[in-house]
């Protein structure tokens, strides 16, 4: 049964604008670019560049009184809906009209470049097969991934030529035509595993003693050869340490991805534009604002000659008044826009600001060790301002320093407390931690126990399991792995 009742409800909702500048503030330099000539090109309204002194941002008023006629634009007559729900895609942007139709087809050209796969291929030409091989070898080729490995089983491949190109032959008959692609370069390419792989290269090798040790050793040791138990192999192969660690060697020049190798092919390569720059001028540090972030925008003179003809005709048709709104419609996307960007350069100068000011001992050093604790909290409450916006600059902006290019958000880490009960960063512990294990005997690396007792002597008290999560976080494997002869 349906029933009737009154219901209080107290909602909070982001505008369009706000919307936007959450967007414009989380884009790092080159997004943001990409952004800023997408809009430039889908809104006639925005112009980049100097504008004129009489240019429409002194001049337009957005609340636009028609009052010069009594038949003046009634409030029903815009649909504010139109260019405020969907500040990202508004309706003249998908209108065609806005471009004319002989206007010239734009397309990003590409970099030609042979592909990894291709390179192989070109490479099987110069080999004499009969069909059925050149068949079984074009379909190995094509089942090489990037790193030039082959994963999937032979039996696999083999039901796979049966199903999809008809070819019906035994597994070792695949083994053989393999043998064919694991001869392309780059050496080791077509391998079906790690060992198999630097076989492969190490075959290739002149032949000499350490080489031959080497080739013995993966063959026939390789899982005590990856936990280093070289003690077993000094023993089983009746060798001293000299020989031993001259086929460790030879092993180490090879390369475990052969695919990685290769240049020819075309890659998507992704340059950090540092969206801040802190320099250290006359013992001050200096932030700056890439410029790239800060461009010149106005709104077109050409859109507010439009507007100013209207408001000077003494009949409106029907037609002007749509033509109007929509000229409206574009100028206040325009506006908009520009006060976005300007928030957004407000915004990131003033956070990054806050941080290198909380982080001043750091910038002015290059020490990781004088990292303060800082969490986004510290940081949002500085600049009164929500975690959320502070996360966004953090996350997806980079920082140019006198030590590197760092992303921000390294410079955030959790506090811990040392024997004198002062906070410390746990960066800073992972700097000492790294650079313990960096001076450590490497024929007999410190375990995690020792390292926790290094630690807590030095002032550090941290558990066991605390020192082997640092350790992994700092991509550091552990003692075993880690000793050499």
């Known amino acids: 049964m349906l029933k009737q009742h009154l219901q209080f409800k107290l909602s909070q909702k982001l505008s369009p604008q706000q919307i936007q500048l959450m967007k414009l503030i989380q884009l790092p330099t080159q997004a943001f670019e990409q952004r800023l000539k997408q809009e430039l090109e889908e809104n006639p309204a925005l112009e980049s560049g100097k504008a004129e002194k009489d240019s429409l941002d002194d001049n337009y008023d957005d609340s636009f009184d028609d009052t010069s006629d009594s038949e003046s634009i009634a409030a029903e007559d815009i649909n504010i809906d139109d260019y405020l729900s969907d500040d990202e895609i508004p309706d003249y942007r998908t209108q065609t009209s806005n471009y004319s139709p002989d206007d010239d087809e734009k397309s990003i050209p590409y970099a030609s470049g042979t592909s990894f796969n291709q390179h192989l291929l070109n490479q099987l030409n110069t080999i004499y ?5 050149w068949a079984i070898a074009e379909f190995l080729v094509g089942s090489v991934d990037e790193s030039g490995y082959i994963r999937r089983p032979l039996s696999d491949i083999m039901d796979d030529l049966a199903f999809t190109q008809n070819i019906y032959v035994e597994e070792n008959k695949i083994e053989t035509v393999l043998k064919v ?3 392309l370069d780059p050496p080791g390419v077509g391998a079906r595993s790690l060992d198999e792989c630097l076989i492969i290269q190490l075959k290739r090798k002149e032949k000499k003693p350490a080489v031959e040790l080497a080739i013995t050793i993966l063959e026939k040791s390789f899982e005590q050869f990856t936990k280093k138990h ?4 000094l023993q089983k192969y009746h060798i001293n340490e000299e020989e031993l660690k001259e086929a460790i060697s030879e092993i180490e020049k090879l390369n475990p991805k052969p695919g990685g190798s290769y240049e020819g092919s075309t890659r998507i390569i992704e340059h ?6 802190i320099r250290i001028v006359e013992g001050e540090l200096d932030l700056t604002l890439n410029g790239r972030n800060a461009p010149e925008l106005h709104v077109s003179k050409e859109y507010s000659n439009m507007l100013e003809g209207y408001k000077k005709s003494k009949e409106k048709t029907k037609s002007q008044k ?3 709104l929509f000229i409206k419609q574009k100028l206040d996307a325009a506006k908009w826009f520009i006060d976005a960007i300007k928030q ?3 915004t990131l100068f003033v956070t990054m600001n806050a941080i290198m000011d909380y982080q001043r001992e750091y910038f002015m050093t290059g020490d990781e060790r004088k990292l303060r604790p800082m969490i986004l909290k510290d940081i949002a409450d500085r600049i009164n301002m929500d975690v959320s916006t502070v996360s966004r600059v953090a996350n997806s902006k980079y920082v140019d320093t006198p030590y590197g290019t760092k992303l921000i958000k390294e ?4 506090a811990m407390k040392n024997e004198q009960g002062e906070d410390v960063s746990t960066r800073e512990i992972k700097k000492i931690l790294e650079t313990v294990i960096g001076e450590e005997e490497k024929k007999k690396p410190l375990t995690d126990d020792k390292l926790a007792k290094i630690l807590k002597e030095r002032g550090y008290p941290i558990a066991r399991r605390t020192v082997a999560k640092y350790r992994e976080q700092l991509g550091i494997p552990v003692a075993r792995l880690r000793k050499q002869i």
Do not use: C, N, W
């Open 129 to 133: 097969l009969d069909d059925e091989e």
């Open 181 to 183: 692609v694991q001869a």
């Open 230 to 233: 070289y003690a077993k192999l």
């Open 272 to 277: 950090i534009v540092p969206d801040f720059s």
């Open 322 to 324: 749509d033509t109007v």
């Open 344 to 346: 957004r350069q407000q």
């Open 411 to 414: 410079y955030f880490s959790e």
